[in-house]
């Protein structure tokens, strides 16, 4: 297969700037920036801290790492890590007694106590509009109780509660009442049996947010209504680390607090390329990246700067399409829609001549359009809309290729395949 002209596989940057792998001359580099600190996870497993404009290669739950691209989001729980500061329901907090996803010695310890009742600790009130849609999380080990559960409560009254097994690893219930409503329950591996729950909520304002445990015999009441009103055992509970409440439809990266909210800005790379790189008139315009399921279109694109010139991934805010689009002069050449599957990894190609394009998406040749005119004068890659401004690329960054000729079908069919 031919040597691309542009070719981004994560893996070598410094401060502002994420080098491709070709051009070796730095013709291909990326502007990046990232005007705060953000976190990333490391080869080793561990969560670590990045500073302002330095790019993060992010190996979680992979043998190699991507480059991952964040919207801005702001942790509004105050104590992300001292859960001493939480107000406690029959519960005990101890702190620094085990390693915690970052490494050190700050997670802490929640241990039942021998009353029968309810068993939570909740932090600051949250306070926000009607039906605005917030994502909870927090990594949580276990510590002799199977099930944990994260809740909204509302004047101290549980509105919305998704609940997770410590021993398979798996969602084990979600349950809503009072207009609250739970989705998109989640649980991720971080090793050494740390898991991160997840889930996105919606409700009244003025919320809490909760971590509770429940016993097995405890998760249904009647069949149908949360219950966790039990016995407590003082050798039983969980380790905690990391709590975050974010406005949003998905967890990002871990954005610690201590005392006050924290906001992590977005992620910007974009500019790679020249005008003299990208003089063809004919090519493939490749991308291996994992979408972030999120409220707003993300883009991809190839542009001379402006929407008269352009190559497009658009990737739809339904979560579940992606529309390939190409503009010469102003015009629409190409508009095509895919399905694909959103927080997982795609592989996408299209191939460009006069009067020749072809879509590619998963090993599968999805598209064919027999009449056009290619896009001219590109001279840069962005990583969000047509002049890197605007629909930033929220994901993972994989693989990013531009090939100054058109890949043969098994060529392009061998390159998407998962």
């Avoid at 702190?95 to 932090?123: C, R």
Wanted: charged letters at 15%; a negative charge; proline letters at 2%.
């Amino acid at each position: 297969m031919k040597i691309p002209i542009l070719s981004l596989i994560p893996s070598a940057y410094k401060t502002s700037k994420v080098y491709s792998v070709l051009p070796v001359n730095g013709d291909g580099d990326f502007t990046f920036s990232r005007n705060s600190n953000g976190t990333r996870v490391q080869e080793n497993g561990l969560i670590e801290n990045k500073n302002n404009n330095v790019p993060r290669l992010d190996w979680l739950n992979s043998n190699c790492p991507s480059l991952l691209l964040e919207p801005q989001r702001t942790n509004e729980i105050i104590w992300s890590e001292n859960f001493t500061q939480w107000v406690k329901s029959n519960l005990t907090v101890i702190s620094g007694q085990i390693t915690s996803p970052d490494g050190g010695l700050n997670s802490y310890k929640i241990l039942e106590t021998a009353v029968n009742n309810f068993h939570y600790a909740y932090s600051n009130v949250i306070t926000y509009p009607n039906a605005v849609t917030y994502n909870y999380s927090v990594f949580v080990k276990k510590l002799g109780r199977q099930y944990v559960g994260i809740q909204t409560l509302f004047n101290t009254v549980t509105g919305a509660v998704a609940l997770f097994d410590l021993d398979t690893g798996s969602v084990a219930y979600t349950f809503q009442q009072g207009g609250h409503t739970v989705s998109n329950a989640k649980i991720e591996n971080f090793g050494n049996d740390w898991y991160r729950i997840s889930a996105v909520f919606t409700g009244n304002a003025g919320q809490f947010f909760a971590l509770g445990l429940v016993t097995a015999d405890s998760l249904w009441s009647s069949g149908t209504a949360f219950n966790n009103l039990y016995l407590g055992d003082v050798t039983k509970g969980v380790y905690a680390f990391g709590a975050q409440v974010e406005q949003g439809s998905y967890p990002t990266s871990y954005i610690k607090t201590e005392g006050y909210i924290e906001t992590r800005l977005k992620d910007e790379c974009i500019n790679g390329g020249s005008s003299s790189l990208f003089d063809i008139i004919e090519g493939t315009f490749f991308v291996d990246v994992t979408p972030f399921k999120a409220s707003t279109f993300s883009r991809i694109s190839l542009s001379n700067g402006t929407s008269d010139e352009e190559i497009i991934y658009l990737f739809r805010n339904n979560n579940s399409q992606v529309t390939i689009i190409s503009e010469n002069s102003g015009v629409s050449q190409v508009s095509y829609t895919a399905n694909i599957t959103f927080d997982t990894r795609n592989k996408l190609a299209f191939t460009f001549k006069n009067n020749e394009f072809k879509f590619y998406v998963n090993g599968s040749l999805e598209h064919t359009d027999t009449s056009g005119t290619i896009t001219e004068d590109l001279n840069a890659l962005y990583f969000a809309g047509n002049n890197g401004t605007f629909n930033f690329f929220q994901g993972k960054v994989h693989d990013t290729r531009v090939y100054d000729r058109v890949l043969t079908e098994a060529e392009a069919i061998e390159l998407t395949t998962l």
